[in-house]
């Protein structure tokens, strides 16, 4: 046992998939330490904030100020302020105006900016320009002056008693506020989502409900599978006739519409993380009963169980100390297997809707459920996704690393 | 071989003692069937027999000549499609385990191939352990059944003190065959079935290997089924020859008239096909 491990920590392969998967637990366990709290609950008022650090205006107007002065910071107001759009039609301008084509440059904010206060006159009515897009450049040139425009901004506040304004301070441009002076600075890594939920959080959350899915329907597939397996492959007769019949019932009808047929018909209220998880491990057995049978059919007629029966041992020992070893790396590869196909069965219902009941726990296929109603993918909310989306595949992809990893182990023929 | 002077016949003590002759496991019309219909496949076909106490007898036969599968009847491991077997005088009845370990005290075996015989997950020392229980020494204490396992394989020339606490892959084939007879010293059933035991050993170890049977016969008046496709080593070993084809026992006899005088044609070319050292092939 000891020397398998040795050996498995020598796989390339195991060690990349297990270090993934390492990661993956690590994050899981340490993050809600770090960041404690309800992972659902609804911090954003509002949906898809864009991830990033968000600052508290209110608070930053309390933190000191420093002045700084930098050269480009009105040309990085300008900048936010003209869209790709206003910019050729601010070219368009200059063109008509005469300025040579290849004096003009697209990205240059100073440059642009500059030709544009030369050459832009609000009286100049160029041929053929519609009233609308004259006052277009109108409104354009407004919005530009006034960003230029070097103002401090008075801050107001009602008294309490006589509701009159009184002044509470001035922001000048080039006052700043170093972010760690600012009290309540919320950062969201991942934004929120369409509830105005923290992702990352959700989705740590999310990753270890579906884990523990995967394990549960792993576990119950393996276990039933393993058994149904040892007993038509051992015993074999009626009952491996039996159960076979069975197996190759459920083989036929793909398990997955059992799967949907089977969710659908268990009420959404009683639809919690844990019958989902019995509801997947109850419909994908068939393989590993198939794959046990096969190889106990292989093991039964050897010498070694021969020699065993000669020996008086009773059935059961039999099966569990001549058989099963022998299967057992088998029947472990074929568990990781099992808990990848979980999750990813577990997505596939959730996607549909048919996963978990959608308000006390989020799970990776929720979140994807969620994502997927509140168009995301249409509002170009890629942080509601892609990170959910890039989770499954991690965890997946370490699961079915380590596996391929220890197929070489317990079959040195593979080793390349 | 076929003057049979060099037989050894100081060992053999069914010769000097007729009045042992009882018979220990016999049967009529023993058939097994593999398949049915248009596959069927007729393993072993309507054969009698009957070993008595005591004797070596030696089944010959050519691969696929239903050799393993008789023997695996004989065992009780495989169900019989056919035919009666009869084990002390009676019936035999495996029908509960507790019937089949009843058995299995009174018959064993020997595999051809000591590799597989052994679950490689389990120490040695269980194996031996596994016979000092089924002898009813459950109860024993622990002393006690190292000394008797270690009696056992001193019987086979090999220390226990350097076997125990060893998984079997870590000794050689020669000494895993030795441990199955040290084995069947623990178990001392009624009858032997030695399913080619020397087969996949080497020369050296393969003298050493029947010399073990033959003492575990005149020590322990065992019954030896001896199973080999060897004609030579056959007539070597054994008071009684059975020659098989295609699951047929095509002639049986004593060693020397079945070897000296041969009746059956499958029998003469068997004796044709043992290489000679004294002629051109």
């Given at each position: ?66 002045t700084i002065k930098l050269s480009d910071a009105d040309d990085n107001r300008l900048a936010k ?336 | ?271 044709s096909d043992v290489p000679k050292l004294t002629e051109p092939w």
């Amino acid at each position: 046992m000891k020397n398998i491990f040795k050996q498995a920590f020598h796989s390339p392969r195991f060690v990349i998939g297990f270090s993934i998967f390492a990661c993956i637990l690590l994050t899981m366990l340490i993050y809600p330490l770090l960041m404690p709290g309800n992972p659902l609950e609804m911090i954003g008022l509002g949906t898809f904030f864009r991830p990033g650090t968000y600052v508290s205006v209110y608070d930053a107007l309390d933190a000191d100020s420093r002045t700084i002065k930098l050269s480009d910071a009105d040309d990085n107001r300008l900048a936010k302020a003209m869209s790709d759009a206003d910019r050729i039609s601010m070219m368009e301008w200059l063109a008509v105006a005469g300025v040579p084509a290849e004096d003009i440059d697209l990205r240059d904010t100073h440059g642009l900016i500059s030709l544009w206060k030369k050459y832009y006159d609000p009286s100049v009515r160029p041929e053929g320009m519609t009233k609308a897009k004259r006052n277009y450049y109108e409104r354009l040139n407004n919005r530009l002056v006034a960003v230029t425009r070097a103002d401090t901004i008075t801050m107001l506040s009602p008294d309490a008693e006589t509701g009159e304004m009184e002044e509470r301070g001035r922001v000048a441009k080039t006052d700043y506020v170093n972010v760690s002076d600012v009290t309540n600075v919320r950062r969201l890594p991942l934004g929120t989502d369409n509830f105005g939920r923290d992702m990352l959080k959700e989705l740590v959350s999310a990753c270890g409900t579906s884990l523990f899915i995967g394990l549960v329907a792993g576990g119950i597939a393996t276990f039933i599978g393993l058994l149904l397996g040892l007993l038509a492959g051992y015993i074999g007769g009626l009952l491996d006739d039996f159960i076979m019949f069975f197996t190759n019932i459920f083989t036929v009808i793909p398990s997955f519409v059992i799967l949907i047929l089977i969710s659908f018909s268990i009420d959404q209220s009683q639809r919690g993380a844990l019958t989902t998880a019995v509801v997947i491990g109850l419909t994908s057995w068939v393989w590993t009963t198939r794959s046990v049978r096969a190889q106990v059919l292989s093991l039964r007629n050897r010498d070694h169980v021969n020699l065993s029966k000669l020996s008086g041992h009773s059935l059961s020992r039999i099966v569990l100390t001549d058989i099963l070893p022998y299967i057992a790396s088998y029947v472990v590869m074929a568990f990781i297997l099992q808990i990848s196909s979980g999750i990813l069965a577990e997505a596939q219902l959730s996607l549909l809707g048919l996963g978990p009941k959608t308000t006390t726990t989020p799970t990776l296929g929720l979140m994807m459920n969620w994502a997927m109603l509140y168009s995301a993918h249409i509002n170009g909310a890629w942080w509601a996704y892609y990170p959910v989306i890039l989770t499954i595949a991690l965890i997946t992809f370490s699961l079915n690393l380590m596996n391929t990893g220890l197929d070489q182990v317990f079959n040195p023929q593979l080793r390349s | 071989m076929h003057e049979g002077s060099n037989r050894p016949t100081d060992n053999r003590p069914t010769e000097n003692c007729p009045t042992e002759k009882r018979v220990c496991l016999s049967g009529t019309g023993v058939t097994k069937v593999f398949g049915a219909g248009s596959r069927k496949t007729v393993a072993v076909d309507h054969v009698d027999f009957s070993f008595n106490e005591g004797e070596m007898i030696s089944i010959v036969g050519e691969s696929g000549s239903g050799k393993t599968t008789l023997v695996k009847m004989l065992l009780g491991l495989t169900s019989v499609t056919d035919g009666d077997l009869y084990f002390m005088g009676k019936k035999r009845d495996i029908r509960t385990r507790r019937r089949k370990k009843a058995y299995w005290k009174g018959i064993q075996a020997i595999f051809q191939d000591p590799f597989s015989a052994y679950n490689i997950f389990k120490k040695i020392d269980s194996v031996l352990l596994d016979c000092v229980h089924m002898r009813g020494g459950r109860h024993l204490p622990h002393e006690e059944k190292i000394r008797m396992i270690s009696e056992a394989c001193g019987f086979v020339n090999l220390k226990y003190e350097e076997l125990t606490n060893k998984y079997p892959f870590e000794l050689s084939g020669g000494q895993m065959q030795r441990l199955m007879i040290a084995r069947i010293f623990l178990l001392r059933p009624k009858i032997l079935l030695a399913d080619e035991p020397t087969s996949m050993i080497d020369a050296c170890s393969r003298a050493t290997i029947l010399d073990m049977l033959m003492k575990l016969r005149a020590e322990e008046g065992m019954t030896i089924v001896f199973i080999t496709h060897d004609l030579g080593l056959a007539y070597y070993v054994s008071d009684r020859l059975m020659i098989m084809e295609k699951g047929v026992i095509v002639e049986q006899g004593a060693a020397d008239e079945v070897i000296l005088n041969p009746q059956h044609p499958y029998t003469k070319q068997l004796l044709s096909d043992v290489p000679k050292l004294t002629e051109p092939w």
